[in-house]
């Protein structure tokens, strides 16, 4: 029974993954139907540009095409970017690292906030905690990331002076973490917005697994409040959070792209907004078909572990 | 605490007599009833009512140029005359935030419609056809929904110039997904149930299965969900204005104006963040407070009667 979910769960996930590598084939072909014109400038005459889509086979069926590109994503090229004079694949990589570690810190702080925070609402519901932390919450979830990192730059770095406004332009991890006072804000911006949605969820998953009669019975039993929270409580609320954190790769992904334009940090989101000023479409979509495999692939490892870890889901 | 009263059946002398049965209301009266006992819902609401009068009527009372930018009275402090002080281009920002008021509540809302239309349409067709188009309609749903949804918003709005409509059209075309995610599973428990069957057997076409069952019965999910449609859709128009491609100079959106104003956060033009950012907090937030009431409210089982 579980092979079997998880290898039809397996043949969805590369379903949908050749269907994202359909999706952005089309968005290129819309949006930038002719990449002669994209490589060889403005300043190349038409011809020029035909000779170039010739040569790169970029005349011939688009079903030919596709799969050509298929193959090319495949092998891991991802084309080139005709502003940077690099492969975008090589781009990505160069930027990855401090992208990766933004997310990464944020994602790790607000589940570890979110998760008790969320328990000791939902024990403690309705109590001045519980409606400090509901409306603090509410207001971070109703508010742009951009907003928030703009408010904190001017409380704590304007203001106050405790931090750089701007983080150094080093693009390698090791010379941003040299200065990690400067990345304290925009973590700070990331954790606050994923824990404002996360503990939300997790107060309502409490809530729901406190109202079942396994809580009671353990309860009845005369089991201590403390194991009746850790044993049954925090073990079966928090687990949905694993599928949860695999649903929101795509708001973290966006959450980075705005939080590095307003900080100035070189990562993946700061290329992704440069190249919107250059119109470099390889760049643009070879992140975004990144971005969806990541999304894809987070969503199997999340519901893989969920198997691993949930013994109800095997009998499905 | 389930009492051992609550369980028992009921007595005969609790059963309404016949003058009582006039009484029962419709559900979307009792659904009201709960909504407007509400004090949070309430309070959303009023502030949603406000700010639309505040976009929409406040420029009849209050007059300022929005069209013809004056270079000698840029970034003036909140003072005579300038209630909110002025912009970078000349412009008081009071006026500047009802007319970009306008453009967002407009955007999340025709958004929000097309959204919901998109959505609805294509989550009742595949529940209702179930099997292969089923699963090949939701596998779509799946592949769109892994794509980063600003990088495409973001990616197409490079190509096409930044109108109301256009800005609607876009961010309403790429996110009809959970609409129709939500849609299909309302779909999927409603048509095995009794009342639709009854309309098949009678004869009843699909497409009035559609649009006379399935769709006034999934009707509460999905006004609870257009709320929060245009919450998310200003919120990503509020992305979109502040990386730059949002409704084009002379018009403004919120996000536009954030964009000045982060210009120019060094210069302590706090004028220029603040005012305009909470009355973004503040849409976004009575969206979700209404939407949050909504659905407490169409849901049955956690209705107090």
């Known amino acids: 029974m579980r092979t079997g979910y998880?290898?039809?769960?397996?043949?969805?996930?590369?379903?949908v993954l050749i269907g994202v590598v359909l999706v952005t084939f089309i968005m290129l072909h819309v949006i930038a139907p002719s990449p002669g014109r994209a490589a060889l400038g403005l300043r190349a005459t038409p011809e020029q540009v035909a000779a170039y889509n010739l040569a790169n086979g970029y005349d011939r069926p688009l079903i030919v095409q596709f799969f050509s590109y298929l193959g090319q994503v495949v092998h891991g090229n991802l084309g080139w970017s005709y502003s940077l004079n690099q492969s975008v694949v090589s781009l990505l990589k160069e930027k990855a690292p401090l992208s990766a570690f933004l997310s990464g810190a944020s994602t790790v702080l607000a589940i570890l906030i979110a998760i008790p925070l969320g328990i000791y609402q939902a024990v403690k519901r309705n109590s001045v905690g519980d409606n400090v932390a509901t409306a603090v919450a509410f207001t971070l979830y109703s508010m742009p990331v951009f907003l928030l990192g703009l408010i904190l730059i001017d409380i704590f770095a304007l203001s106050l002076g405790w931090v750089n406004a701007n983080v150094g332009q080093d693009q390698s991890l090791s010379g941003a973490l040299a200065h990690f006072t400067d990345l304290i804000l925009p973590i700070v911006s990331l954790t606050a917005v994923a824990v404002a949605s996360y503990s939300r969820y997790q107060r309502s998953a409490a809530l729901d697994v406190m109202a079942q009669d396994y809580i009671k019975v353990a309860r009845a039993k005369g089991l201590a409040e403390r194991l009746v929270l850790t044993r049954h409580l925090v073990r079966n609320s928090a687990l949905p959070m694993i599928t949860l954190i695999g649903l929101s790769i795509p708001i973290l992904l966006a959450g980075n792209l705005l939080i590095e334009g307003v900080f100035n940090i070189n990562g993946l989101g700061l290329l992704f907004f440069k190249s919107l000023g250059s119109e470099d479409y390889n760049v643009l979509i070879g992140y975004t078909l990144v971005g969806a495999v990541l999304t894809v692939l987070g969503n199997l490892v999340a519901d893989i572990a969920l198997t691993a870890a949930d013994p109800r889901i095997r009998l499905v | 605490?389930?009492?051992?009263?609550?369980?028992?059946?009921?007595?005969?002398?609790?059963?309404?007599?016949?003058?009582?049965?006039?009484?029962?209301?419709?559900?979307?009266?009792?659904?009201?009833?709960?909504?407007?006992?509400?004090?949070?819902?309430?309070?959303?609401?009023?502030?949603?009512?406000?700010?639309?009068?505040?976009?929409?009527?406040?420029?009849?009372?209050?007059?300022?140029?929005?069209?013809?930018?004056?270079?000698?009275?840029?970034?003036?402090?909140?003072?005579?005359?300038?209630?909110?002080?002025?912009?970078?281009?000349?412009?008081?920002?009071?006026?500047?935030?009802?007319?970009?008021?306008?453009?967002?509540?407009?955007?999340?809302?025709?958004?929000?419609?097309?959204?919901?239309?998109?959505?609805?349409?294509?989550?009742a067709i595949a529940g209702l056809a179930g099997g292969i188009v089923d699963a090949a309609m939701m596998r779509v749903v799946d592949v769109l929904l892994s794509i980063p949804f600003l990088f495409v918003v973001l990616?197409?709005?490079?190509?096409?110039?930044?109108?109301?409509?256009?800005?609607?059209?876009?961010?309403?075309?790429?996110?009809?997904?959970?609409?129709?995610?939500?849609?299909?599973?309302?779909?999927?428990?409603?048509?095995?149930?009794?009342?639709?069957?009854?309309?098949?057997?009678?004869?009843?076409?699909?497409?009035?299965?559609?649009?006379?069952?399935?769709?006034?019965?999934?009707?509460?999910?999905?006004?609870?969900?257009?709320?929060?449609?245009?919450?998310?859709?200003?919120?990503?128009?509020?992305?979109?204005?502040?990386?730059?491609?949002?409704?084009?100079?002379?018009?403004?959106?919120?996000?536009?104006?954030?964009?000045?104003?982060?210009?120019?956060?060094?210069?302590?033009?706090?004028?220029?963040?603040?005012?305009?950012?909470?009355?973004?907090?503040?849409?976004?937030?009575?969206?979700?407070?209404?939407?949050?009431a909504l659905r407490d409210a169409l849901d049955v089982r956690l209705r107090r009667r």
């Not at chain 2, 700010?51 to 420029?59: S, T, Y």
């Not at chain 2, 709005?157 to 609607?168: A, D, G, I, K």
Request: hydrophobic share 50%; aromatic share 8%; proline share 4%.
């Open chain 1, 6 to 15: 998880l290898i039809r769960r397996l043949g969805t996930a590369i379903l």
């Open chain 2, 155 to 292: 990616i197409v709005s490079v190509r096409f110039s930044s109108n109301v409509t256009s800005l609607s059209i876009i961010l309403g075309v790429f996110s009809w997904l959970i609409p129709a995610r939500l849609v299909r599973g309302e779909v999927l428990t409603l048509r095995v149930r009794d009342f639709v069957s009854a309309a098949r057997v009678m004869g009843a076409t699909r497409s009035r299965l559609i649009t006379r069952h399935l769709i006034p019965n999934a009707l509460g999910t999905v006004i609870v969900n257009i709320t929060f449609q245009v919450a998310d859709a200003i919120l990503a128009l509020s992305a979109l204005g502040f990386l730059g491609f949002g409704v084009q100079y002379p018009g403004t959106d919120w996000g536009d104006q954030l964009y000045d104003g982060a210009g120019n956060l060094n210069n302590g033009y706090w004028w220029l963040i603040y005012p305009v950012g909470i009355l973004l907090i503040l849409t976004v937030m009575a969206c979700n407070l209404i939407g949050d």
């Open chain 2, 1 to 123: 605490m389930t009492t051992i009263d609550s369980l028992a059946p009921t007595t005969p002398d609790s059963t309404p007599d016949g003058g009582e049965v006039g009484k029962v209301q419709s559900g979307w009266r009792l659904a009201l009833r709960e909504f407007a006992s509400s004090k949070l819902a309430v309070a959303g609401f009023v502030v949603l009512i406000l700010l639309i009068l505040f976009c929409f009527v406040g420029p009849v009372f209050y007059h300022s140029d929005q069209l013809n930018s004056n270079l000698l009275l840029t970034d003036l402090p909140p003072g005579q005359g300038n209630p909110l002080g002025t912009d970078g281009n000349g412009f008081d920002v009071l006026g500047r935030l009802m007319k970009g008021g306008q453009t967002s509540l407009e955007i999340g809302l025709f958004a929000a419609l097309i959204a919901t239309v998109i959505g609805t349409l294509w989550g």
